[in-house]
Nanobody, 124 residues
Framework: QVQLVESGGGLVQAGGSLRLACAAS????????MGWFRQAPGKEREFVAGITRGGLSTNYTDDVKGRFTISRDNAKNTVYLQMNSLKLEDTAVYYC?????????????????WGQGTQVTVSS
């Protein structure tokens, strides 16, 4: 079973950038579609971005399109989220997740394995 550990969160000013990484341990990382989700205080967890097993297809929530980029390096068992032009409303705990399904999904219940999360705080 894959285990996930996120890193790269922190405090950044609005308009700045951060790169999150999610390192996977265990076998067959490349067999999992991967996703990034986030949860702000008092809000439900929401889908941010997803990527297929081979990395050829991605999708994003509308709020981050053009600003965030998801990618993966299966040789390094790592998925990334490059976040540019950060806004105050991007402040949240960011989670990476692995889906045992075959296809890319934005539904949180289709993801079986979750990391512990990393805090991203955007200040004015």
């Amino acid at each position: 079973q894959v285990q996930l550990v996120e890193s790269g969160g922190g405090l950044v000013q609005a308009g700045g950038s951060l790169r999150l990484a999610c390192a996977a341990s265990g076998r067959a990382f490349s067999s999992y579609p991967m996703g990034w989700f986030r949860q702000a205080p008092g809000k439900e967890r929401e889908f941010v971005a997803g990527i297929t097993r081979g990395g050829l297809s991605t999708n994003y929530t509308d709020d981050v399109k053009g600003r965030f980029t998801i990618s993966r390096d299966n040789a390094k068992n790592t998925v990334y989220l490059q976040m540019n032009s950060l806004k105050l409303e991007d402040t949240a705990v960011y989670y990476c997740a692995a889906s045992s399904g075959r296809y890319l999904s934005s539904r949180f219940y289709e993801y079986d394995i979750w990391g512990q999360g990393t805090q991203v705080t955007v200040s004015s």
